[in-house]
């Protein structure tokens, strides 16, 4: 399928489709064709009948990994007689949803034809669907179990393997049957446009207020039995430390200099979006190998459906980015700088993506601790994994200070 229909037919987060022309927060102009979606006669919680939608009998083994990263989608292990072990997963609750699972289903197997075996193949049900309902609306993926663990902190021959695989994700995405393929669609990029409206919200709602507004709601938290609690006090104490920084640093300058900007036009294709160093996983080569090689290969890429239609930069800033940390002693703009030049050595990037890639980390980390604590303490959203979460905020709050800090200095964050 030509890039441009990839493009035209692309929904981003269901809760907040963004027009790819402007930014704004709107449906997408065109329609997603509906998904083909079999259904399994399964409660929400039947999982081995759900299961067997696409195996033709119950599995032998149902074995909980968790939630599918942040989101809390259930995710399980699943054996089978005879075969090797799958993943079943949740990944839609509506029709509009499953049409966007299908759509990356889609992305996933043109990965594939052009190559890039790091990604799970959705398995398909005897009637041809890769999509699965139960009877309570949810929709469902089964795919190999893909074998691997994260690393939190990579050697530089890790972070270049695992910028390959995404630059060859990238072509694949961006090409038409390997050659090229059409111009690719020329726009603000959505990750540009979204952080710079979040950053006008910022500069006329700042922390220091809205942590005020939520400090009764954290007194009646802590003071009762809620099992969220510990999570909500955690997340108000990371709050106080972050404003402490911002006004320490100028933050306040920084966001309004952030919002006034207009960003210019630049490539758009499929792009993964969400991508943090969880998801990408890594297995260790055989023992005896050469000196040289005694490195981590890439093993897959895992959780594709939060992607959409992006600058492929916006993946550059946060894998690579996620994996720094001021006590490698390399400072972040560098970190991202050589990165970019890995990346760059299997898929050219041009001047303004090079430049993006900083300011979409520097930026990112200020709207991403801004979502946290939305999320958390003012819309109280239940998350199942707190010690994740409590590990991804430390993460980005450690990163405040020099993102801050670039953004204040560096001419290119006035440039984008």
Same mark, same amino acid.
């Given at each position: 399928?030509?890039?441009?229909?990839?493009?035209?037919?692309a929904?981003?987060r269901?809760?907040?489709p963004?027009?790819?022309?402007s930014?704004?927060?709107?449906?997408?102009?065109?329609?997603?064709?509906?998904?083909?979606?079999?259904?399994?006669?399964?409660?929400?919680?039947d999982l081995?009948?759900?299961a067997?939608?696409?195996l033709?009998?119950?599995?032998?083994r149902?074995?909980?990994?968790g939630?599918?990263?942040l989101?809390g989608a259930?995710?399980?292990?699943v054996?089978r007689a005879g075969?090797?072990?799958v993943?079943?997963?949740?990944?839609?609750g509506?029709?509009?949803?499953a049409?966007?699972?299908?759509?990356v289903?889609?992305?996933?197997h043109?990965?594939?034809s052009?190559?890039?075996r790091?990604l799970a193949?959705?398995?398909s049900?005897p009637?041809g669907?890769t999509l699965?309902?139960?009877?309570?609306?949810?929709?469902w993926?089964?795919?190999?179990?893909?074998?691997?663990?994260?690393?939190?902190?990579p050697s530089?021959?890790?972070?270049?393997?695992?910028?390959?695989v995404?630059?060859?994700?990238?072509?694949?995405?961006?090409?038409?049957?390997?050659d090229?393929?059409p111009?690719?669609?020329?726009?603000?990029?959505p990750s540009v446009?979204?952080?710079?409206?979040?950053?006008?919200?910022?500069?006329?709602?700042?922390?220091?207020?809205?942590?005020?507004?939520?400090?009764p709601?954290?007194s009646?938290?802590?003071g009762?039995?809620?099992?969220?609690?510990p999570?909500?006090?955690?997340v108000?104490e990371t709050?106080?430390?972050?404003?402490v920084?911002?006004?320490?640093l100028?933050?306040t300058?920084?966001?309004?200099?952030?919002?006034?900007?207009?960003?210019?036009?630049l490539?758009?294709?499929?792009?993964?979006?969400?991508?943090?160093?969880?998801h990408v996983?890594?297995e260790?080569?055989?023992?005896?190998?050469p000196?040289?090689?005694r490195?981590?290969?890439? *093993?897959a $890429?895992?959780? !594709? &459906?939060?992607? /959409? #239609?992006d600058?492929?930069?916006?993946?550059?800033? %946060?894998?690579a980015g996620s994996w720094?940390?001021p006590?490698l002693?390399?400072?972040?703009?560098?970190w991202?700088?050589?990165a970019v030049?890995?990346?760059?050595?299997?898929?050219?990037l041009?001047?303004g993506?090079? *430049?993006? $890639?900083?300011? !979409? &980390?520097a930026? /990112? #980390?200020?709207?991403?601790?801004?979502?946290w604590? %939305?999320?958390?303490?003012e819309e109280r959203?239940?998350?199942?994994?707190?010690?994740?979460?409590?590990?991804r905020?430390?993460r980005?709050v450690e990163a405040?200070?020099g993102?801050?800090?670039?953004?204040?200095?560096?001419?290119a964050?006035?440039?984008?």
């Open positions: 399928m030509p890039t441009t229909a990839l493009i035209r037919r929904y981003h269901p809760e907040r963004t027009n790819v022309r930014g704004r927060n709107i449906l997408l102009e065109g329609t997603i064709t509906p998904a083909a979606v079999t259904p399994s006669g399964a409660g929400p919680t081995g009948s759900i067997a939608t696409w033709g009998e119950r599995p032998t149902l074995e909980s990994l939630s599918g990263g989101s259930p995710v399980v292990r054996g075969g090797c072990d993943v079943l997963k949740r990944v839609a509506d029709a509009a949803a049409g966007r699972a299908a759509w289903h889609t992305l996933i043109r990965a594939r052009h190559g890039v790091e193949t959705p398995l049900t009637a669907a699965v309902a139960d009877t309570g609306g949810g929709v993926e089964l795919v190999p179990f893909m074998t691997g663990r994260p690393l939190e902190r530089t021959v890790e972070v270049a393997r695992a910028m390959d995404l630059a060859r994700l990238h072509e694949a995405w961006g090409s038409d049957a390997g090229g393929g111009p690719q669609a020329s726009a603000p990029p446009v979204r952080r710079i409206e979040q950053a006008r919200t910022l500069a006329r709602l700042p922390w220091s207020l809205r942590r005020d507004r939520c400090l709601l954290l009646a938290i802590t009762g039995a809620d099992a969220m609690a999570l909500v006090a955690d108000m709050w106080e430390r972050a404003i920084m911002f006004t320490a100028d933050g300058r920084i966001v309004r200099r952030v919002a006034g900007m207009g960003p210019a036009p490539p758009l294709q499929p792009a993964l979006r969400d991508v943090w160093f969880d996983l890594f260790g080569l055989p023992a005896g190998g000196p040289s090689d490195h981590a290969r890439v *093993a $890429v895992i959780d !594709l &459906h939060g992607a /959409g #239609v600058s492929p930069a916006t993946d550059i800033a %946060r894998l720094w940390s006590d002693g390399v400072a972040c703009d560098a991202l700088a050589a030049d890995r990346y760059s050595d299997r898929r050219a041009g001047a993506e090079r *430049a993006l $890639v900083p300011w !979409l &980390h930026v /990112g #980390v200020i709207c991403s601790l801004d979502n604590f %939305r999320w958390v303490l959203r239940v998350f199942a994994d707190a010690p994740r979460v409590r590990a905020l430390a980005l405040l200070p993102s801050l800090a670039w953004l204040a200095v560096d001419s964050a006035s440039r984008v």
